[in-house]
């Protein structure tokens, strides 16, 4: 696919190389380190998932049962990534690395909704 | 994530929505129709590995698959890695007679899980319960390193007085 690397310049995107693209062609612009978090983040998942496959002994198919749902998290990953591409939202974990929260910690709230859940709920057995 | 869409006017991008950039931010520019194309082509792979997972094991029955399964969406997820890395290969040129919307259900996507994954999932997912430390759980929290401590001490003892 086509794509340029270019600046902001308020109202206006100066391109690096404009050549590429037809004149009156519109085209959608993405922030770039953004991009990056998300096309490498996909990477990554198709990466984990083909190691799977690559250590996975073919006699040994009663392991599938184990390896399927750790293969379909990652599928799940992905398919959010590509609904993030294409939505105006914020990206949760990017708010989370670089914005220091200035509202106070939610202690309040946080005792409130544990104690609708009894100790014998919460315990792993 | 921002995103803007803008028209190429004199060599330079017209944004519709400026106000989501700063200045001097450094953007990616596709051509609109090539990308929401390649985005459509993704989800439909997306879609397939889904399809698999429904037809070897409904929601509500328990998973069952075999080696041909995990083979094809192997398959599958090495299209979706061309389609990927072919991003930014501009000798690439898209089909764009057809585009795919993706329909499926939200419902579909669900995990379904067995016996043998919940299990599993109960050993990775370590539970973390805070006790409340009361002035008693101190207390015995002190008590049990200085029994561990005199026990040392006592042992020490016992071999000399063997000695």
Known sequence: ?125 | MRYSYGILDQKQILLYQPQLFLRNNDVLTFPTREFHKWHGDIKEYLDGLYQIQLRSGTVKKPLSLDINDFNLANAVLNNITDEVKDLFDENNILNLSHHYVSTLDDKYKKMVGNNYTTDMKRCDTKILLKPRITPWMKEKHMMEIVDAVSMEIRAKERNKKLQ
């Open chain 1, 1 to 125: 696919m086509r794509v340029s690397e270019g600046v902001t310049r308020g109202k206006i995107a100066e391109l690096n190389n404009p050549e590429i693209f037809r004149e009156r062609e519109e085209v959608v612009v993405f922030k770039r380190d953004e991009f990056n978090r998300i096309y490498r983040s996909m990477m990554e998942q198709i990466h984990h998932v083909n190691q799977i496959h690559l250590y996975l002994d073919e006699s040994e198919t009663w392991k599938l049962m184990g390896y399927w749902p750790k293969v379909m998290e990652r599928v799940y990953i992905i398919d959010k990534n590509m609904d993030a591409l294409l939505r105006n939202e914020p990206l949760q974990c990017y708010l989370d690395a670089f914005l220091e929260s200035s509202v106070g910690s939610f202690s309040g709230e946080v005792a409130a909704s544990k104690g609708k859940v009894s100790a014998k709920d919460m315990l792993p057995i």
